[in-house]
């Protein structure tokens, strides 16, 4: 996985809150960092959440979390959340996560999604119109099926 493959990156500094007495981020953090990048991702393809979505009676709902520890990082550095979508199928997203300290990978990750119906819960498709903007948005586009 390298930098290059992601065209959507966003920095956030490691707090004090977030490291252990060694000053290593605690590992739980990470999937925050993740959150992060994935809500960043969003806003910058003009896919921001709001009210909308609710009203709509559908939402996108993690389902699948993955974290590959490399290296540690700690207090006060600036880290870099790169995130793209790897793959879209009809009702699911698969997020890719690089977690880099300057040029040093330090964390990969996956986040799945689902499309689905608020009330039931039930996979529903990702609207056509939300695929239009992954694919103008990636210069990588994404595999979808």
Do not use: C
Request: glycine letters at 6%.
């Amino acid at each position: 996985m390298q930098q290059s493959d992601f065209r959507f990156s966003t920095p956030l500094r490691v707090r004090w809150a977030e490291v252990d007495p060694q000053s290593i981020v605690f590992n739980g953090h990470y999937l925050n960092y993740a959150d992060v990048g994935i809500t960043e991702y969003f806003r910058a393809m003009g896919q921001a959440y709001d009210a909308e979505t609710g009203v709509k009676g559908a939402d996108f709902f993690a389902v699948r979390t993955l974290l590959e520890y490399k290296s540690p990082a700690r207090f006060d550095e600036i880290l870099d959340v790169h995130v793209r979508i790897a793959r879209l199928g009809n009702s699911s997203m698969q997020f890719e996560i690089g977690i880099y300290r300057e040029d040093e990978l330090l964390v990969t990750g996956e986040v799945v999604y689902v499309h689905a119906d608020q009330q039931s819960r039930q996979p529903t498709p990702v609207p056509d119109s939300f695929r239009a903007a992954v694919r103008q948005f990636e210069t990588s586009p994404p595999q979808e099926g």
